[in-house]
Nanobody, 127 residues
Framework: QVQLVESGGGLVQAGGSLRLSCVASGRTFSGYAMGWYRQAPGKEREFVATINWSGGNTYYVDSVKGRFTISRDNAKNTVYLPMNSLKPEDTAIYYC????????????????????WGQGTQVTVSS
């Protein structure tokens, strides 16, 4: 299994930016597709973004397209999520996940997460 530790959350005003990081340890990081999920109070955990093992393919939920950018550095076993133009509805605990690519007609369209999850990092966006 891979162990995941997220960081970078915080309190920011609407329109502001944050950069989340997730450091992985354990099994070979580059063998996994990686992704970010979030869970707002009273809501189910939802998919946010995913990136394939090489970093060449990414996929986002519509609500964050153009504002969030997922990337990875396999040499540092780290995946990043810079978040810009934050909105109050982005408020949630953000979780990093490792897993397998989900592809539709050859295109990356999601992540099938393994059982490994980090502890999460809180993002709060004030209006």
């Amino acid at each position: 299994q891979v162990q995941l530790v997220e960081s970078g959350g915080g309190l920011v005003q609407a329109g502001g930016s944050l950069r989340l990081s997730c450091v992985a340890s354990g099994r070979t990081f580059s063998g996994y597709a990686m992704g970010w999920y979030r869970q707002a109070p009273g809501k189910e955990r939802e998919f946010v973004a995913t990136i394939n093992w090489s970093g060449g393919n990414t996929y986002y939920v519509d609500s964050v397209k153009g504002r969030f950018t997922i990337s990875r550095d396999n040499a540092k076993n780290t995946v990043y999520l810079p978040m810009n133009s934050l909105k109050p509805e982005d408020t949630a605990i953000y979780y990093c996940a490792a897993g397998r690519e989900v592809r539709t007609l050859g295109l990356l369209t999601g992540l099938l997460p393994s059982d490994s999850w980090g502890q999460g990092t809180q993002v709060t966006v004030s209006s």
